[in-house]
């Protein structure tokens, strides 16, 4: 319908009239200004679909940028995280698994998205209320979505900055998922991951729990804590011990992740001698 635009969780012929006016303004602006006049006014329309169709704009542009291009939106990172906290802020009914509200669960999902690249401490709350009722109920894998594994990348991201008692207590929180038997493995693993930080030895409270994973039947389970563990202070050795053990074909990706990291650490120590 629109050639220029990748909207990811709207549909654009849902969208109304008004919307669509605004879709159609942006899709055909021309030169930079224009086109940023056009997204600024979709972003902040009073219709949530429109702004969620903004937001997807900013991650599609935001994809390419690996490209080398740059982000063009990245002027506007403010605006844009502003209006991703409002859709984040969508209220849901509880009583309905939120796969089956979609306005809701698209609303969520382009602003986690926009919190995973923008997002920071105070974020936190919310992702964890959104987190916590978008895997409610959720008992096997084809159930998790973009929302859920987005939502706890922008966990970690926001943990980067956090403070000492914010980052322990969202944690304890992702340990009881990680924990739980119950979960799908999928969900497990996802909520280990923020818990991995290749930049800091900052601890979280979590670390024994998560070296009780080491030997977990599951290698996925076992890989992704020995990932969160690596290089950390009084479990790398640990960590290596365990790795050391697996097979080396016919592992999981985050099995290559550790081993890749273990030999940049190693890499690394052997320069500064």
């Not at 280990?192 to 009780?212: C, F, T």
């Amino acid at each position: 319908m629109f050639a220029n635009i990748v909207t990811y969780y709207w549909q654009l012929d849902e969208l109304s009239a008004a919307s669509q006016r605004l879709v159609a303004v942006l899709d055909s602006a021309k030169g930079p200004e224009a086109w940023r006049a056009a997204y600024r006014a979709l972003l902040h329309s009073d219709d949530i679909a429109a702004t969620g169709v903004a937001l997807g704009v900013f991650l599609y542009e935001q994809s390419q940028s690996r490209w080398g291009f740059g982000n063009p939106l990245d002027e506007l990172a403010e605006e844009i995280l502003a209006q991703a906290r409002v859709l984040l802020a969508v209220e849901h009914d509880p009583a309905v698994p939120v796969r089956r509200q979609p306005v809701v669960q698209a609303a969520w999902s382009s602003a986690v998205g926009v919190v995973d690249h923008l997002g920071d401490a105070t974020d936190l709350p919310r992702l964890v209320e959104v987190l916590t009722a978008a895997v409610a109920g959720v008992d096997d894998d084809p159930d998790l979505g973009e929302l859920v594994e987005f939502g706890f990348a922008a966990v970690g991201r926001c943990l980067g900055d956090a403070d000492e008692s914010t980052r322990h207590r969202v944690a304890a929180w992702l340990a009881g998922l990680f924990t739980d038997e119950r979960r799908p493995e999928r969900l497990r693993v996802l909520a280990i991951r923020p818990l991995h930080d290749s930049e800091s030895d900052i601890p979280h409270g979590q670390e024994e729990v998560l070296a009780g994973l080491l030997r977990h039947d599951s290698i996925q389970l076992a890989g992704a804590a020995a990932w969160a563990l690596v290089g950390r202070t009084g479990y790398d050795a640990r960590v290596r011990e365990v790795v050391a053990a697996w097979p080396v074909r016919g592992v999981p990706a985050v099995v290559d992740e550790v081993r890749w990291a273990i030999a940049d650490a190693d890499e690394v120590a052997e320069a500064g001698r």
